[in-house]
């Protein structure tokens, strides 16, 4: 079996800053996902727009892409990256009682975006839950995933 090499460790063990400064400038996308399993009270106040704080998942994707923008001060050894897109989008699914959140992030650069989509999505998910946790604080989050990305030396990669 093949020795896998982690980049964020020195030969000594001591956890760095990989060094993106001999790769090449590409176009680099990430897409991910994930769910927050909800109760009936909370899907329908969703839906109709009557939770006590407002619009949740016009709040919830602005929470994603200020996320997705700022992943690189909340997990230590991230690039900080020159996004050009971020959109996050919400699908209401009535069976399971869930909302399944969505990520695409964009950015031409030396390293890619996963984390900042993953980052996204579970701010957003985390956002769901603050603005309905009075209705029913039994929500679930999971399924946070990296469903897709391209660019870079490794090239695409489909879940």
């Known amino acids: 079996m093949t020795e896998i090499k982690l980049t964020h ?3 000594n063990g001591q956890a760095l800053m ?3 400064s001999g790769k090449e400038t590409t176009h680099r996308t990430a897409t991910a996902s994930g769910l927050i399993k909800i109760s009936p009270a909370v899907y329908a106040a969703i839906a109709s727009g009557t939770a006590q704080k407002g619009d949740v998942l016009g709040v919830a994707r602005i929470a ?3 996320a997705a923008k700022n992943t690189s001060n909340v997990i230590p050894l991230c690039h900080p990256l020159p996004l050009s897109k971020c959109s996050l989008d919400f699908e209401l699914l009535s069976s399971p009682c869930a909302v399944k959140a ?3 992030v964009k950015v ?3 390293t890619g975006v ?3 989509a993953l980052h996204a999505v579970s701010v957003a998910l985390l956002t769901i839950y603050d603005m309905c946790k009075a209705i029913d604080k039994r929500m679930e989050i999971s399924d946070i995933h990296l469903d897709n990305k391209t660019g870079g030396k490794s090239g695409e990669f489909i879940r």
């Open 18 to 20: 990989v060094d993106v």
């Open 64 to 66: 994603g892409i200020m």
């Open 102 to 104: 969505t990520a695409v």
């Open 9 to 11: 460790f020195d030969k």
């Open 114 to 116: 996963e984390m900042e």
């Open 108 to 110: 031409t650069g030396l």
